[in-house]
């Protein structure tokens, strides 16, 4: 049995938040971690309520192994620990963007267990989500095991392959989205005379409270936002001064641009 259940290879704030939930699930002393100095991962355990370790003990002590680097540094870290990367057992977990699983078995191994995954910061709340792809040597049981590992995370999400590049650019991108639409609506909001902190949370709150309408319900957003949109009322009036300044196709816009940012990254 590995000393850790978990060991994360980086753990900055998307690494630093699926750590916070792994503790939550098996405890901080079943988690490590392992930041760019011996400094910064002491002060990234004392943190999250975990193990301070060296990559090269994550490698060999842990059972599922979280790379949380850039994944322009992957191939020098993997050449910096191809001994230890050879040895390791673990089930590795890559969250670098646009990293697909042939070129992760390129830099890890052929024969080594791998596991793709596009998180999202409220992850960090535990009401994100996260898509998931492994590849075929991963089995069942040992992929139920991870999703139970990362369970305090929020919602896990399997995706063929192929697609997590297009969809994280709304799941893994889209919380920057949502925040500058939150603090352009909070703008409007003080523009019109409400306080700032009142702006920015009912601002907030709304969003919130809308998404989990769209989700409970299962409504087409069109038709929630049409229930909403009285004849010759105010929110109708709101919406046309989107289309007007084409919020529909910024979004498109930003999705795409996403996109072929992340397949450059690979």
């Not at 790379?67 to 969250?95: H, N, R, T, Y």
Request: hydrophobic share 45%; net charge negative.
């Amino acid at each position: 049995m590995a000393k850790y259940e978990s060991g994360f290879i980086g753990a900055g704030s998307m690494g630093g938040a699926l750590a916070q939930a792994a503790v939550k699930a098996v405890g901080g002393e079943r988690v490590a971690v392992s930041c760019s100095t011996p400094e910064h991962s002491a002060e990234a355990a004392a943190r999250l309520g975990c193990n301070p370790e060296t990559a090269e003990t994550i490698l060999w002590e842990s059972r599922f192994v979280f790379l949380g680097v850039k994944p322009q540094m992957m191939a020098g870290l993997a050449k910096k620990l191809a001994g230890d990367i050879a040895g390791s057992d673990a089930i590795f977990v890559s969250m670098l963007a646009g990293t697909s699983l042939d070129r992760l078995a390129e830099l890890l191994g052929a024969e080594k267990k791998i596991i793709r995954i596009m998180p999202n910061t409220p992850c960090a709340v535990g009401k994100g989500l996260t898509l998931v792809s492994a590849n075929s040597r991963v089995t069942a049981a040992e992929l139920a095991d991870f999703k139970a590992l990362m369970a305090e995370s929020g919602l896990l999400d399997d995706l063929p392959e192929h697609l997590i590049d297009a969809a994280s650019a709304v799941s893994g991108c889209g919380p920057a989205y949502a925040y500058v639409f939150v603090e352009a609506l909070a703008d409007g909001a003080v523009k019109c005379g409400v306080p700032r902190a009142k702006a920015m949370r009912y601002a907030a709150q709304m969003l919130l409270g809308s998404a989990s309408l769209l989700l409970e319900t299962g409504e087409h957003p069109g038709a929630l936002k049409d229930a909403v949109c009285s004849p010759g009322g105010s929110t109708i009036a709101g919406v046309a001064a989107l289309e007007d300044r084409g919020f529909r196709g910024a979004a498109i816009a930003a999705v795409e641009a996403a996109y072929r940012r992340t397949k450059e990254l690979g």
